[in-house]
């Protein structure tokens, strides 16, 4: 079982629909939990970070943490044509990130 | 934010040459840099993590002959791929971690190699 699970997707939705992209994971040492942007043929771009069970919003974009369930989700609203790109997911422990395969999104005008 | 630079952003090669991807933190000290490589599709698989002035310590399967990883200064990290074949094209990307900041990695545009 790999540490972290994510649908590769890819995910298309209408502009301005409700976006949900989610990841699963295996190992209870992680502390930290992040999501990235990435565009086609650049770095990724880190988005969100949070270390607690919960929910962190900022702007259009919420982080959620659920660790009795190891599962985090990143909801986008009023999604817009310019968040087409493939979102990372990832977690870290010591010194290390693991990354989601990452959700290949499309947002249709 | 902080920013981290790569050079070149592209690179082709022959086989059997060597290529070295230089990656700069631009308006922050690093600590530490972190080598990945990316495959079409494919999540980011860490190659090997450098402290300043230290010798990188390589992930399992990675070859640390073959991808010299050099960081002698706060500022800069280079990743050399020694005699590089066709099975080596991919998108390396490194990350920064700065100084006072241990908790956030600031990731570069990335280098895309294609050895013919």
């Known amino acids: 079982q790999k540490e972290v699970e994510q649908d590769p997707g890819p995910l298309s939705v209408p502009e301005g629909a409700i976006v949900s992209l989610n990841c699963t994971y295996s190992n209870s040492a992680f502390q930290y939990f992040m999501w990235y942007r990435q565009y086609s043929r650049k770095g990724p771009e880190l988005l969100m970070y949070t270390y607690s069970s919960g929910n962190k919003e900022d702007g259009r974009f919420t982080a959620q943490v659920d660790k009795s369930s190891k599962y985090i989700s990143l909801f986008i609203r009023d999604s817009q044509p310019s968040d087409s790109a493939t979102y990372l997911c990832?977690?870290?422990?010591?010194?290390?990130?693991?990354f989601g395969k990452g959700t290949r999104l499309h947002i249709l005008p | 934010g902080a920013v981290v630079s790569q050079h070149p952003s592209w690179v082709i090669c022959k086989s059997g040459t060597s290529v070295k991807i230089e990656c700069r933190s631009l308006d922050f000290q690093a600590t530490t840099m972190f080598w990945y490589r990316q495959f079409p599709k494919q999540s980011l698989m860490l190659m090997a993590t450098s402290n300043e002035g230290s010798k990188a310590t390589y992930e399992q399967g990675v070859e640390k002959d073959k991808f010299l990883i050099n960081h002698a200064s706060l500022t800069l990290s280079t990743l050399t791929v020694t005699s590089a074949h066709p099975e080596d094209s991919s998108f390396y990307i490194c990350?920064?971690?700065?100084?006072?900041?241990?908790?956030?990695?600031?990731f570069g545009p990335g280098t895309r190699l294609t050895v013919l």
């Open positions: 990832a977690m870290r422990r010591d010194d290390k990130i693991i």
């Open positions: 990350s920064a971690r700065g100084i006072g900041d241990p908790d956030t990695q600031y």
